[in-house]
């Protein structure tokens, strides 16, 4: 994807110092783009918990190079139970993303067998790191390749002229991703293929990664959008402004139930309501393949009452300000996900096709996992 036409990925090894790991930190977005250089694990972990990135493969990427980072750092003594200490860290920042835990245990499983003061646990994860973030890209292109068949068969049923009008929350884009994103992926593919396409982007109340982040990388890469409050998107799907809902999420259960970013679960609510289709686009380093009931397994994060109390902007006078909304007494709560259940989701578009969203239908895709059961 382009910022100012200029290709970016969401996380990069730095070419001229291979001891250093760089990341957008998306939260000066849209407002100011500002490159964050992580040299430590820590920092890694800190870009994780404090959301400088954030995205379920994007979090999974990065901590992966925190493995790498700590590797750097490998003291002499107990060298093993260090790096099991630091995966241990690293896990805790971010409890809800799947990506998290499979990205850190792959990086684990990569060591097996080698020893733990070998000379060459640095590059071994390194490389493993590399591979997570190329494969990433790749996967989200073959979501893209899945949902651009879906989206042209919708859009050649579409009995009114005009643009292909897809809602979406959150930000499930290249940002999210290491690039291309999951739910933004068939829309830049469609885009590329001649359809017109217009995107309602949900704003995502309380961090607004649909109004600062999803809006930002769609104009960035000149696609057609709208911004709504969140509450508005029942009114648009009521009549019938909505051709599709493409989102994406954080962790998939076995069965297709989806914990995604909170609001999720009540477009999907108003999208069955309207008979409009309401798609989820994963990797399938999303699905949490040991879980069956999204509703009483998958943990939901709660974050800091700050994050619905405060909003920030940019001033007419150019300055960034964060203000108070809210009496400040008040108490927050702030949940980050909601669950979705598989009964209200039309499709699932992975990098291996599109399928209920069924354990039947994600099987049909992934037989390996049958051994999972």
């Known amino acids: 994807m382009k910022i100012q036409n200029q290709h970016y990925c969401s996380i990069w090894l730095n070419p001229h110092n291979r001891q ?30 404090d959301m400088w990135i954030r995205g379920a493969p994007l979090i999974g990427a ?62 071994t994860l390194l490389n493993s790191a590399l591979e997570i973030a190329n494969e990433d890209v790749e996967t989200c292109r073959l979501i893209g390749v899945h949902g651009l068949q879906l989206l042209q068969a919708i859009y050649a049923r579409k009995a009114t002229t005009g643009p292909l009008n897809i809602l979406t929350h959150c930000n499930a884009g290249w940002l999210a991703c290491v690039d291309w994103g999951t739910a933004t992926s068939p829309i830049y ?30 104009a960035q890469n000149g696609i057609a959008h709208t911004v709504v409050v969140d509450n508005c998107c029942g009114h648009l799907l009521q009549h019938g402004m909505v051709d599709i809902c493409i989102v994406g999420t954080d962790r998939t259960t076995r069965t297709g139930d989806v914990a995604n970013k909170t609001g ?16 989820v686009a994963l990797p399938s380093s999303t699905i949490d ?29 150019g ?13 927050a709560a ?22 209920p969203a069924s354990q039947e239908g994600l099987l049909q895709l992934f037989p390996e996992m049958n051994r999972i059961q």
Not at 192 to 215: C, D, F, K
Not at 297 to 302: G, N, T
Request: net charge neutral.
């Open 289 to 317: 393949w040991q879980i069956s009931d999204g509703l009483k397994e998958i943990i939901i994060e709660q974050r800091h009452s700050d994050e619905v109390k405060y909003v920030g902007g940019i001033s007419n006078s």
């Open 20 to 49: 250093q790991i760089q990341v957008i930190d998306q939260r000066f977005l849209p407002h100011q783009l500002e490159i964050k250089t992580l040299t430590r694990w820590q920092d890694c972990a800190t870009a994780i918990q």
């Open 189 to 218: 593919h469609a885009a590329r293929a001649g359809i017109p396409v217009h995107v309602w982007v949900s704003e995502t109340r309380p961090r607004n990664q649909g109004a600062n982040l999803t809006a930002w990388e769609l």
């Open 319 to 331: 300055q960034y300000h964060r203000v108070l909304i809210t009496p400040p007494n008040s108490p």
């Open 62 to 123: 990065t901590a992966a190079f925190g493995m790498y980072l700590a590797a750097l750092q490998l003291p002499a003594q107990q060298p093993e139970a260090y790096l099991q200490q630091v995966a241990q860290n690293l896990l805790a920042t971010r409890p809800t993303a799947v990506n998290l835990r499979w990205a850190v245990e792959r990086q684990l499983n990569t060591l097996t067998g080698l020893a733990y003061n070998n000379p060459l646990i640095a590059d």
């Open 334 to 355: 702030n949940y980050g996900f909601d669950v979705t259940p598989a009964r209200l989701i039309t499709g699932l578009i992975t990098e291996r096709g599109v399928c």
């Open 264 to 279: 999720t679960y009540l477009k999907a609510l108003a999208a069955h309501d309207n008979n409009t289709p309401f798609y």
